[in-house]
């Protein structure tokens, strides 16, 4: 059994790595001013969309089932171990690299993301306030931090659009968790924060069903590998790999690993991308790196809400469904 699960895990991280020059391109609109062209849903619903849906599903459901049996392995016991002393340190990575990431978006002119730029003295203020209260060691100052934050994040809002702006939902996320600590609700700080960021993936990827166009063209331009599948396929199998990634955190699994192998991804094609990439995903990194050490201990996943086996996996394989036409549906109505 050991070893089974070690294959089918080195073949998932395959998976991600040669298919990381797209992922790492999660905002595909940083990296190409084509004019966005929405599919018909004729063209996104295809065959091989329905067949990796269904097949995905499956692996999702066997994997929920066999992933618990690494609990069982002195290494992983050993690295879970080790990692869970670094936990009291979580919220000041947070505080403080969030702090660091807006530093590296006020001195490029934008906030939230690259192509955001600041247009306004007072949102620069505002933003260069947010930073110095985050970097005062004082609970309350973060606090009120978050609350600018949250208030810069809604003007960002009204002037580029909610479903726009929920590419960044993650930020939402690090500011709820920002505002419970030292509260009652602190605990559900970092679960918020594992929901926020899962569902921003799962947004992202779906643009690149809706708007293939703009992957192509990055895949053109920036002759990205497709290890001899054609643009569209490649781009298909791509958004399914990041769909899955934000799933997966949101539903308790493999979230170590996944934070992991994104952080070696995202720094790997920093060099592709450049400073660009840097500005984009430096608070994800940020969110990796608490992921990679909290864990899941906090968790109750959904999936624990079902006794069998059997329930489990047929809660994961229809959930995934659901959630994937949810996502569409939603993305393609509004978006």
């Given at each position: 059994m050991k070893i089974r699960v070690q294959y089918i895990l080195i073949m998932f991280v395959a998976m991600l790595i040669m298919l990381s020059p797209i992922i790492s391109d999660a905002h595909v609109k940083w990296f190409t001013e084509v004019t966005p062209k929405k599919e018909s849903i004729e063209q996104i619903l295809t065959p091989l969309f329905m067949i990796m849906a269904l097949s995905i599903a499956a692996f999702l459901a066997v994997l929920s089932q066999i992933w618990p049996s690494l609990d069982n392995i002195p290494f992983f016991q050993k690295l879970e171990g080790r990692l869970d002393g670094y936990r009291k340190y979580s919220r000041y990575i947070l505080k403080y690299g969030t702090a660091v990431a807006l530093i590296v978006q006020a001195s490029s002119g934008s906030i939230f993301a690259p192509e955001l730029f600041i247009t306004n003295t007072i949102v620069s203020i505002l933003l260069w306030i947010t930073i110095g209260l985050l970097l005062i060691p004082v609970h309350y100052a973060t606090k009120v931090a978050a609350l600018l934050l949250l208030g810069l994040f809604i003007y960002t809002t009204k002037e580029f659009g909610i479903f726009y702006m929920l590419d960044y939902g993650f930020y939402l996320a690090i500011i709820g968790v920002l505002l419970v600590g030292k509260t009652k609700l602190e605990d559900w700080g970092f679960p918020f924060l594992y929901l926020g960021t899962g569902l921003s993936l799962c947004w992202v990827a779906v643009e690149k069903w809706v708007y293939p166009v703009m992957s192509e063209n990055i895949i053109i331009n920036h002759q990205v590998p497709t290890f001899g599948f054609a643009p569209t396929t490649f781009i298909v199998m791509a958004a399914f790999i990041e769909f899955v990634v934000g799933y997966l955190l949101v539903v308790g699994i493999l979230n170590r690993l996944l934070a992991f192998v994104l952080t070696l991804i995202f720094?790997?094609?920093?060099?592709?991308?450049?400073?660009?990439?840097?500005?984009?995903?430096?608070?994800?990194?940020?969110?990796?790196?608490?992921?990679?050490?909290?864990?899941?201990?906090?968790?109750?996943?959904?999936?624990?809400?079902?006794?069998?086996?059997?329930?489990?996996?047929?809660?994961?394989?229809?959930?995934?469904?659901?959630?994937?036409?949810?996502?569409?549906?939603i993305y393609y109505r509004f978006a």
């Amino acid at each position: 059994m050991k070893i089974r699960v070690q294959y089918i895990l080195i073949m998932f991280v395959a998976m991600l790595i040669m298919l990381s020059p797209i992922i790492s391109d999660a905002h595909v609109k940083w990296f190409t001013e084509v004019t966005p062209k929405k599919e018909s849903i004729e063209q996104i619903l295809t065959p091989l969309f329905m067949i990796m849906a269904l097949s995905i599903a499956a692996f999702l459901a066997v994997l929920s089932q066999i992933w618990p049996s690494l609990d069982n392995i002195p290494f992983f016991q050993k690295l879970e171990g080790r990692l869970d002393g670094y936990r009291k340190y979580s919220r000041y990575i947070l505080k403080y690299g969030t702090a660091v990431a807006l530093i590296v978006q006020a001195s490029s002119g934008s906030i939230f993301a690259p192509e955001l730029f600041i247009t306004n003295t007072i949102v620069s203020i505002l933003l260069w306030i947010t930073i110095g209260l985050l970097l005062i060691p004082v609970h309350y100052a973060t606090k009120v931090a978050a609350l600018l934050l949250l208030g810069l994040f809604i003007y960002t809002t009204k002037e580029f659009g909610i479903f726009y702006m929920l590419d960044y939902g993650f930020y939402l996320a690090i500011i709820g968790v920002l505002l419970v600590g030292k509260t009652k609700l602190e605990d559900w700080g970092f679960p918020f924060l594992y929901l926020g960021t899962g569902l921003s993936l799962c947004w992202v990827a779906v643009e690149k069903w809706v708007y293939p166009v703009m992957s192509e063209n990055i895949i053109i331009n920036h002759q990205v590998p497709t290890f001899g599948f054609a643009p569209t396929t490649f781009i298909v199998m791509a958004a399914f790999i990041e769909f899955v990634v934000g799933y997966l955190l949101v539903v308790g699994i493999l979230n170590r690993l996944l934070a992991f192998v994104l952080t070696l991804i995202f720094i790997s094609t920093t060099m592709l991308f450049g400073t660009t990439e840097i500005i984009g995903h430096l608070m994800i990194h940020i969110v990796l790196i608490i992921f990679i050490i909290e864990g899941v201990s906090f968790y109750d996943p959904p999936i624990r809400r079902h006794d069998t086996r059997i329930d489990q996996m047929i809660f994961v394989f229809l959930n995934f469904i659901f959630t994937l036409s949810t996502f569409i549906l939603i993305y393609y109505r509004f978006a």
